[in-house]
């Protein structure tokens, strides 16, 4: 049975962080959040735990996992910072940021996915941070949903995947961003953007310079995480950018599909269910929820509005082609 707590995320009780804490040092897994998503933790540096996040999400054991840690000094104990890195976590830490780095020997190879690199991430979430410097290890958390499905901003969607494997649970309400960390690669001669979020390309260029986003064939390398199917709904999902007009619409309608349309733009035509959104801001917070609440209100498909490429935009574009897969790219 789970454990579950209710918690401020300004100021976490300690009841509920001491149990949490000492779950991650027993093996434990536990579900907490951060400003992004939840995460599925454990104590990344007990292969035997890490193991047991790999088998609770289904995930591949090639696609390596982020190390959560309190402080830059506690970044250097896991990872080789150079002055780059360094820059960047004064910059953005705490923050939606994980650096990619050259991992220290301390840090067992099935939380690397075997590579010589390790993911770190210093989140920006009092729970998050206090959560980990009790647990006094570095804390290994890929987001809390079964592998390939959308990730979650809020407890239940966790108790939803995973209920059966999470010791405890820290409900903290829903994340604040909704989309999870840009990915830097910064172990290599130029970085690599391996994943956008809400810290941006503009942003990384400001501090560093020179910076490269990865194509396909590069992101399979680096990145072994997107070579999988992400974030998918189970009906299928339809891109649609306004300047297409009504196009999309007539041919769901004359397949008989009854649509849900999530955007910021109202539909052009009408649709069983609709979902707008003030903002980008509140698209990208709520995307992952909507994504998952059509699921459940029967309509046949989803249609989301593509939304302009700025900053977060761009995040969520990339979100919304991996949850889209082969039937989003047909519509674009
Ligand atoms: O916002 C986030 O980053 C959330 C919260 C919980 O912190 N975590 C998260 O973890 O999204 P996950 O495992 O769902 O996504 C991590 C991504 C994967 O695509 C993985 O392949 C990539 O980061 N990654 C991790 N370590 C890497 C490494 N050493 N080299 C290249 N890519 C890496
Ligand atoms: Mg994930």
Known sequence: MTRLYRISPEHPESGPLEDAAQALRRGELVTFPTETV???????????????????????????????????????????LDSRAEALFRGYAPGPLTLVLPARECVP????????????????????????????????????????????????????????????????????????????????????????????????????????????????????????????????????????????????????????YMGIIPPPSPVKLEILFEDISQYAREFYRCLRKFEIQGVSCIVAELPEKTALGRALEDRLRRAAGEEGKKSI
């Open 38 to 80: 939840y995460g599925l933790g454990a104590n990344g540096l007990d292969p035997a735990a890490v193991r047991r996040i790999f088998a609770a999400k289904g995930r591949p054991g090639d696609n390596p996992l982020i190390l959560h840690v309190e402080s830059i000094e506690k970044a250097r104990e896991v990872a080789l």
């Open 109 to 260: 190879s099935v939380t690397r996915g075997g590579l010589p690199t390790v993911g770190v991430r210093i989140p920006d979430s009092s729970i998050a941070l206090e959560l980990i410097r009790r647990s006094r290890v570095p804390v290994a958390a890929p987001s809390a949903n079964s592998s390939g499905r959308p990730s979650p901003t809020d407890v239940a969607t966790v108790l939803e995947d995973l209920g059966d494997f999470v010791a405890v649970a820290l409900d903290g309400g829903p994340t604040r961003v909704g989309l999870e960390s840009t990915v830097l690669d910064v172990s290599t001669p130029v970085p690599v953007l391996l994943r956008p979020g809400e810290i941006t390309l503009e942003n990384l260029m400001e501090s560093l310079g020179e910076v490269r986003v990865s194509g396909e064939a590069e992101e399979l390398r680096k990145s072994p995480g997107t070579r999988y199917r992400h974030y998918a709904p189970r009906i299928p999902l339809y891109l649609w950018s306004p300047r297409e007009g009504e196009a999309l619409f007539a041919l769901l309608a004359s397949r008989g599909e009854e649509p849900g």
